[in-house]
């Protein structure tokens, strides 16, 4: 059996050398051109979150005027008129 030579071996590393020094120089470009919008996803992303953890339960009520205060009663004479009223 035949050992692979010292220049296939150098070879074969040269080409994986390069294809992987091509790949990072690709991706940093397409990141270095789009990070604008890369930057306002990310935002955009966080707000949603933030804003749709609240479900609308913490800040609902309050925007409906609702703030949980029991319902008026329908009140029952009071008999002598109440507060010292005659009643006619």
Known sequence: MKLPSFNSIA???SVVSGVS???IIGVGSYVY???????DD???AAVESV???MGGGA???ALTGDVGLPAPQASA?????GLGVPNF
């Open 51 to 53: 804003v749709g953890g």
């Open 33 to 39: 051109l789009n990070k604008d919008a890369i930057i």
């Open 11 to 13: 070879n074969v590393i």
């Open 59 to 61: 800040i609902g009520g």
């Open 42 to 44: 990310i935002k955009d």
């Open 21 to 23: 020094l091509a790949g």
């Open 77 to 81: 004479p009071v008999p002598g008129g």
